[in-house]
């Protein structure tokens, strides 16, 4: 059974730093794009940054120079990095996951979030 499980979420100042991981287990076949995503109250969940399995990556435009992400796929994890953190930033943060359990049955996975709160 494959299990998605962020953690690194917390409650931070303006201009502070948080790191969060995903880290996936489970047997399955290929792991291919990982991505984090981001709701907060009364807004729709919107991609923050995707990273393909061969490590290239892209951000939504509010965070681009200030978040980063990366993946250890020996550890079958994808951290985020977020620095300078704005109170715009708080929401739920939540991973998903592009998986090819065994050949030609792929599917996404989401993990349960992780909050991030930014506050003075």
């Known amino acids: 059974q494959i299990q998605i499980s962020e953690s690194g979420g917390g409650s931070v100042q303006p201009g502070g730093s948080l790191r969060l991981s995903c880290a996936v287990s489970g047997s399955f076949y290929k792991m291919y794009g990982m991505g984090w995503y981001r709701q907060s109250p009364g807004k729709e969940r919107e991609l923050v940054a995707m990273i393909q399995d061969r490590g290239s990556s892209s951000y939504a435009e509010s965070v681009k120079g200030r978040f980063s992400i990366s993946r250890d796929n020996s550890k079958k994890t994808v951290y985020l990095q977020m620095n300078s953190l704005r109170p715009e930033d708080a929401a739920v943060y939540y991973c998903?996951?592009?998986?090819?359990?065994?050949?030609?049955?792929?599917?996404?996975?989401w993990g349960q979030g992780t909050q991030v709160t930014v506050s003075s």
């Open positions: 998903k996951a592009k998986i090819t359990v065994t050949y030609g049955h792929t599917y996404d996975y």
